[in-house]
C-alpha cells in the first residue's frame, strides 16, 4: 500500500463548479497536511497547512483532514481557469521529511 | 514577497560529469531541504538539511550526492557522477523552524543527462 494516495485526473469541471479533491494516507504518525499547487514544469506552491484534524478555510479554498478516516481534502469554491494546475497534497510527521500524493490534475473549463 | 530562488533552471549534462545546482532559501529561515520530480512521478524527499548538517536523508541520496551551505545564503546540491536516471525536475525549499511551518519551494532545476 502506497503511502500517499491520490486520483490523477484528470478532473474537468466547467468555471465556477465546486472541486474537490482528496487523499488517502495510511501513516498514522502524519499530523501536518498540506496543500500544493504546481503548474507544468514549476515548483510546488503552498495553498493551505493544517495541523492535526479539523477544517481551515482560505478565501475560496478549504481544507479538511479527518485522521481517524485517515482522508484529507480540498475544496475550491467558484472554481476559474486559472486554477487549472497539478494539486498535490503533501504531509508530515514529527521528522522533517515531506511525502507527497502523485497530484491531481485539475482542469476548469471556461 | 521573500522567495526561493533556484540556479539554472535547466541543466544538460553528459552522463559521468559533476554537476551543482543553487539554492538562495528565504532570507530567515532555517531548515534547507532537496527533492526531485521524475517526470510524470511523484515529488521525493532527497535530504533535509540544518544547523549546517544533514538532519534527514533518504535512500535515493546515496553517495554521489552531497550538499553543502557554503555561505550565509546558498545551498547546494552536487551530484558526483550523473546518471541518466538523475534526470529530473530537482527542488529546494525551505522554511523557518518556528515551530512546524510549512515549507517553500522554489521553482526548480531540470536536469537533463545525456
Known amino acids: 500500500q502506497k503511502e500517499v494516495e491520490q486520483d490523477p485526473g484528470p478532473l474537468s469541471v466547467p468555471e465556477g463548479a465546486i472541486v474537490s479533491l482528496n487523499c488517502t494516507y495510511s501513516n498514522s504518525a502524519f499530523q501536518y497536511f498540506m496543500w500544493y499547487r504546481q503548474y507544468s514544469r514549476k515548483g510546488p506552491e503552498l495553498l493551505m497547512y493544517t495541523y492535526s484534524s479539523g477544517n481551515k478555510e482560505d478565501g475560496r479554498f478549504t481544507a479538511q483532514v479527518d485522521k481517524s478516516s485517515k482522508y484529507i481534502s480540498l475544496f475550491i469554491r467558484d472554481s476559474q481557469p486559472s486554477d487549472s494546475a497539478t494539486y498535490l497534497c503533501a504531509m508530515k510527521g514529527a521528522g522533517n521529511m515531506l511525502t507527497f500524493g502523485g497530484g491531481t490534475r485539475l482542469m476548469v473549463k471556461p | 514577497e521573500p522567495e526561493v530562488t533556484q540556479t539554472p533552471s535547466h541543466q544538460v549534462t553528459q552522463m559521468g560529469q559533476e554537476v551543482i545546482l543553487r539554492c538562495v532559501p528565504i532570507?530567515?529561515?532555517?531548515?534547507f531541504y532537496w527533492y526531485r520530480q521524475i517526470l510524470g512521478q511523484k515529488v521525493e524527499f532527497l535530504v533535509s538539511f540544518y544547523n549546517n548538517e544533514i538532519s534527514e536523508k533518504s535512500e535515493i541520496f546515496d553517495d554521489q550526492f552531497s550538499v553543502e551551505r557554503p555561505d550565509g545564503s546558498n545551498f547546494t546540491l552536487k551530484i558526483r557522477s550523473t546518471k541518466l536516471e538523475d534526470s529530473a525536475m530537482y527542488f529546494c525549499?525551505?522554511?523557518?523552524?518556528?515551530?512546524?511551518?510549512?515549507?517553500?519551494f522554489g521553482q526548480g532545476t531540470r536536469l537533463t543527462v545525456v
Open positions: 525549499a525551505s522554511r523557518n523552524g518556528a515551530g512546524n511551518t510549512e515549507a517553500f
Open positions: 532570507s530567515n529561515h532555517l531548515y
